[in-house]
């Protein structure tokens, strides 16, 4: 069972590919190290996990395109950051 340990370690690999990427220079082998890391970490359905999956599936394409890469590492980004935001807590006063 994948510990939280895990999960930041595959953000933080997931985080250095998409600066990487947003500044024209991301690294196949960092893709592939992050990639195995959240399918190791992460559900199938995880949104970083599908996210990572895009950027991966799109990465040959964009390589030669500084502009794509870095637009898709800003998305990458955003994702990694999304999925350390807290899980909300059912509030009965709210939500009834």
Known sequence: MPTSHNRVS???????????????QADAVGLGRAVVAVGETMGRDDP????????AIQFPGMRQDPELLSAAGERLFRAVERSCWPSPVAR?????
């Open 10 to 24: 595959a953000r933080l690999l997931t985080l250095c590919v998409a600066l990487q990427a947003m500044q024209g």
């Open 48 to 55: 970083l996990a599908q996210e990572l999956k895009c950027f």
């Open 92 to 96: 009965a006063d709210i939500e009834g």
